[in-house]
Nanobody
Framework: QVTLVESGGGLVQPGGSLRLSCAAS????????MGWYRQAPGKQRELVAT???????NYADFVKGRFTISRDNTKNTVYVQMNSLKPDDTAVYYC????????WGQGTQVTVSS
């Protein structure tokens, strides 16, 4: 059974930082492209960042220079470091694992507000 468990969400003030983690089990983690997506209320889910099995990264334009995705294959975990957070970053953040199949986590809420 594949599980992706996100953690690290919460309430943060504008300009603050958070680091989200996603621990995977039930997959050969090192083979998967891992990603973070987000969905704000009333909006479609959108790509935030991805990292391939070869550590190639891709970022949405709206997070470039602020967010950094990374992975630790020894811990089966993918991270996203989020800096300079803005109220528009408020969303549920989802972890995604993609190889031949695609899997999603349950999401973690990030709220950026003063």
């Amino acid at each position: 059974q594949v599980t992706l468990v996100e953690s690290g969400g919460g309430l943060v003030q504008p300009g603050g930082s958070l680091r989200l983690s996603c621990a995977a089990s039930g997959i050969t983690f090192r083979l998967y492209t891992m990603g973070w997506y987000r969905q704000a209320p009333g909006k479609q889910r959108e790509l935030v960042a991805t990292i391939t099995s070869g550590d190639m990264t891709n970022y949405a334009d709206f997070v470039k220079g602020r967010f950094t995705i990374s992975r630790d294959n020894t811990k089966n975990t993918v991270y996203v470091q989020m800096n300079s957070l803005k109220p528009d970053d408020t969303a549920v953040y989802y972890c995604n694992a993609r190889y031949f199949a695609q899997h999603w986590g349950q999401g973690t809420q990030v709220t950026v507000s003063s």
